[in-house]
C-alpha cells in the first residue's frame, strides 16, 4: 500500500520532470531534467521491486545509477566542446 | 596498508553485491580484489587522496551532522518551493576556504553542492564560487560556520 | 515492535515522497537552469534519502538493506559531481543567472533585463519576508 502510494509519487514527479525536460529552454535544464529522471528511475526501480517483492531489482538501480552519472557527464562534455574526444592539442 | 585496507573494502562491497557464499565463487572474488588492489596500486591511485583513511574516524561525526544540514536547508528550499510568491534572491558569491588538502577542499566544496540551496560552481586555488537560492544561504557560508567544520574533520577530529 | 517500524517505515516513505513530489515542482517553477538545480538537489538528497530510509527499515538487516544503503552512497557521492558539472558548464557556455545579488568581485548585477527581473523578485521577498 505504502509503496503504491510511492510509486504514484514518483510518477507523478517523473511527468513533471519530463515537461522540464521537454520545455528546456536551454540544453542544460534537459540534461539536468535528464539526471533526475535517472534519479526517479532508480528510486522507482527501488521501490516497484519492493512492490513486487522481487528486491532484486536493487541490482539493476544501482547499475542505473553508475551509467546516469556517466551519462550526464559525457552529454555536458559533448555540448562543451562538440566532440567526447576532446583534445587539447586539436582545439576543438 | 593502504592496499590492504582498499582490499578489504571492496571486497565487502563485492560480498554484499553478490550474496552467493560458494567456495568457486568466493575465490574467484578474492583473486579479482587482489587483481583490482595490485593494479591501483601499480597506477599510484592508492595515496591519500585515493584511499582516504585519516578521514574514516571523523567522518563518524562529520556526516551525521552533514545531514542534519541538508535536512534544514532542504526544509527551507521546500518553503521556498511552495510559498506562492517563490521568494527567491539568487545570489553569486566568492567564498574563501581554508583547507589545507585537496580531499578536504573537495569535501567542503561537495558539501556546499550537497545542501540543497548553495551550489559550488567553481573552484580557482582557495576560492570557491557559490550560487544561493536566497541571499540568507551566501550569508551563512560567508560567515564559514561550515569552513571551520570541514577544517576539524579534515584535521581528523 | 513490528508495528512501531511499519509506522516508521510508512512515515519515512511518505515524507521521501513529499520531498520528491516539491523537487518536482519546484522544477517547474523556478526561473533559470541555477535555481533549478536547487529544487533538484532537494530529489537527490532528501527526498531519495528519506524513501530509501524507509526501504531499509521494511527490509531489515539483510543484504537488500546493503544494497539499499550502496545507492544512497551513490547518489550522495556522485549527486555534488553531477550538480557541479552542470552549473560550471552552464557558466561557461555563457548562460547568465539571474541574480538579485552578485558579489563576485569584478561583477555587478547589470542593469539589463535579467537583472530588471532579479530585482522584481527580490522587490518581492521585502514585502512578504519568508
Known amino acids: 500500500m505504502m509503496f503504491a502510494a510511492a510509486t504514484l509519487a514518483i510518477l507523478a514527479a517523473l511527468a513533471l520532470v519530463v515537461s522540464r525536460a521537454i520545455l528546456g529552454p536551454t540544453v542544460f535544464d534537459r540534461a539536468l531534467a535528464g539526471n533526475s529522471v ?24 544501482i547499475t542505473y545509477g553508475l551509467l546516469n552519472l556517466i551519462g550526464t557527464l559525457a552529454v555536458l562534455k559533448y555540448f562543451r566542446y562538440g566532440d567526447l574526444a576532446y583534445d587539447d592539442e586539436d582545439g576543438a | 596498508m593502504r592496499a590492504l585496507i582498499l582490499a578489504i573494502a571492496m571486497l565487502g562491497f563485492w560480498l554484499a553485491l553478490s550474496g552467493h557464499f560458494t567456495p568457486f565463487l568466493l575465490t574467484l572474488g578474492v583473486l579479482c580484489v587482489i587483481g583490482v588492489a595490485a593494479l591501483a596500486r601499480r597506477m599510484g591511485l592508492i595515496d591519500a587522496e585515493g584511499v582516504p583513511i585519516e578521514l574514516l574516524a571523523p567522518a563518524v561525526t562529520y556526516f551525521p ?15 521556498i518551493v511552495l510559498s506562492p510568491s517563490l521568494p527567491i534572491s539568487p545570489t553569486m558569491t566568492v567564498v574563501r576556504a581554508s583547507q589545507r588538502t585537496s580531499a578536504g577542499l573537495s569535501t567542503y566544496a561537495n558539501s556546499i553542492t ?11 586555488g582557495d576560492e570557491l564560487t557559490v550560487h544561493a537560492i536566497v541571499r540568507e544561504g551566501a550569508d551563512d557560508l560567508e560567515g564559514g560556520g561550515m569552513d571551520a567544520r570541514v577544517r576539524r574533520f579534515e584535521g581528523g577530529k | 515492535m513490528d508495528l512501531v517500524i511499519e509506522i516508521a517505515s510508512w512515515g519515512l516513505i511518505l515524507t521521501g515522497s513529499f520531498f520528491i513530489m516539491v523537487g518536482a515542482v519546484g522544477m517547474n517553477r523556478m526561473p533559470d537552469v541555477f535555481t533549478r538545480m536547487h529544487a533538484a538537489s532537494v530529489i537527490d538528497t532528501t527526498g531519495a534519502g528519506f524513501l530509501i530510509f524507509g526501504l531499509i527499515l521494511q527490509a531489515g538487516f539483510t543484504l537488500v538493506a546493503a544494497k539499499l544503503v550502496f545507492i544512497l552512497l551513490l547518489f550522495f557521492f556522485t549527486g555534488p559531481v553531477v550538480s557541479h558539472a552542470l552549473a560550471q558548464a552552464a557558466l561557461t557556455a555563457g548562460v547568465e543567472p539571474i541574480l538579485a545579488d552578485d558579489r563576485r568581485p569584478g561583477h555587478q548585477a547589470t542593469p539589463d533585463d535579467t537583472a530588471g527581473r532579479a530585482e522584481g523578485v527580490a522587490a518581492e521577498q521585502g514585502e512578504q519576508p519568508a
Do not use: H, M, N, Q
Open chain 2, 65 to 79: 551532522w552533514l545531514f542534519f544540514e541538508i535536512l534544514k536547508s532542504a526544509w527551507a528550499v521546500t518553503r
Open chain 2, 114 to 124: 550537497l545542501t540543497p540551496g548553495t551550489i559550488t560552481v567553481g573552484l580557482r
Open chain 1, 38 to 61: 535517472g534519479t526517479l528511475a532508480i528510486l522507482l526501480l527501488a521501490v516497484v521491486g519492493f512492490l513486487t517483492g522481487r528486491p532484486e531489482w536493487l541490482d539493476i538501480a
